[in-house]
């Protein structure tokens, strides 16, 4: 009876998909995402804020908020990086050893 469980289809199928889920899932990129929301010293949110984030490697991505001010990084690696918030007639922001963590979307509301 086992030997003919062995050569099933059925078996054969519930082992591939075994190895499949024990081998290949753990190599899934851990990835994790920075979000925030760009202000004046009012408290007024700034649209059009060039917003730099660069991390320990060196490796640099950029994004503009949007009309309400919010910037967005999504499939980061996680590491320490440092982010800076540029915009014409404003100070510059910079924040620096943010420490982003694997599936933990992290928060950072920045202030020119």
């Given amino acids: 009876m086992f030997q003919s469980l062995l050569k099933s289809g059925v078996f054969r199928a519930c082992f591939a998909a075994a190895l499949l889920l024990v081998f290949v899932l753990p190599a899934h990129a851990q990835l994790t995402s920075l979000y925030g929301r760009v202000h004046d010293q009012a ?28 910037y967005r990084f999504l499939q980061l690696q996680p590491g320490k990086y440092t982010i800076k918030a540029e915009r014409q007639g404003f100070k510059s922001a910079v924040s620096e050893n943010l420490d982003l963590l694997v599936d933990t979307p992290a928060t950072l509301d920045l202030k020119l």
Wanted: glycine letters at 14%; hydrophobic letters at 35%.
């Fill in 43 to 70: 408290g007024a949110v700034i649209p059009g804020v060039s917003v730099t984030l660069t991390s320990a490697t060196g490796t640099e991505r950029t994004d503009v908020t949007n009309e309400v001010g919010v």
